[in-house]
């Protein structure tokens, strides 16, 4: 079974409390296995890779542009699209689940690619509109852990209807 795959969205310029709220996030989805996608650049994407390589994760950074020795240094596996913001399609594919922690208008593409695509979005200290996320949680913990379960439901879901049809 391969690890699920858990997309960290976020301010690219975070303030110290969101970086410590997406370090701790990077960290929990990597000692449960998961593997970390994200933006693979600075503000929370940096976090929670390096919250992520801490524990020994994986972590996938989806760049922006084509050069790989762009990413933060705690992504493991560059992928450089040359796409711009046009990545933010590809962040929300890669993940059967987003952490969605502060935000602006990059983070907010994100989410809404997710909302489109059926991939749930838990919201952590988010400032994204009412409506966007699916739920909520209190801690770093807590949305690690929601992720987790919802990304697995997801999967278990496809792996049902792909028996079905």
Same mark, same amino acid.
């Given at each position: 079974?391969? $690890?699920?795959?858990?997309?960290?969205? +976020?301010?690219?310029?975070?303030? $110290?409390? *969101?970086?410590?709220?997406?370090? %701790?996030?990077?960290?929990?989805? @990597?000692?449960?296995?998961?593997?970390?996608?994200? +933006?693979?650049?600075?503000?929370?994407?940096? @976090?929670? %890779?390096?919250?992520?390589?801490?524990? +020994?994760? &994986?972590?996938?950074?989806?760049?922006?542009?084509?050069?790989?020795?762009?990413? %933060?240094?705690?992504?493991?596996? $560059?992928?450089?699209?040359?796409?711009?913001?046009?990545?933010?399609?590809?962040?929300?594919?890669?993940?059967?689940?987003?952490?969605?922690?502060?935000?602006?208008?990059? &983070?907010?593409? *994100?989410?809404?690619?997710?909302?489109?695509?059926?991939? $749930?979005v838990i919201g952590l200290a988010c400032s994204l509109p009412d409506g966007v996320v699916d739920e909520t949680? *209190? !801690? @770093?913990?807590?949305?690690?852990?929601?992720?987790? !379960?919802? %990304?697995?439901?997801?999967?278990?879901?496809?792996?049902?209807?792909?028996?079905?049809?």
């Open positions: 079974m391969r $690890p699920l795959r858990i997309g960290v969205i +976020g301010s690219g310029d975070a303030a $110290p409390a *969101e970086a410590g709220l997406a370090h %701790a996030v990077g960290a929990a989805l @990597a000692r449960a296995g998961a593997i970390v996608v994200c +933006g693979g650049m600075g503000g929370v994407m940096r @976090a929670a %890779a390096d919250g992520a390589a801490s524990e +020994g994760g &994986t972590v996938v950074g989806i760049l922006p542009g084509g050069d790989a020795r762009a990413a %933060a240094d705690g992504v493991t596996i $560059p992928i450089p699209t040359g796409l711009g913001e046009a990545r933010n399609v590809v962040v929300a594919r890669a993940s059967e689940a987003v952490v969605a922690i502060a935000g602006e208008w990059g &983070t907010l593409s *994100e989410a809404a690619f997710c909302r489109k695509f059926g991939v $749930p949680a *209190e !801690d @770093a913990a807590g949305a690690a852990a929601r992720a987790l !379960d919802l %990304a697995a439901a997801r999967r278990e879901g496809h792996a049902r209807q792909a028996v079905n049809e």
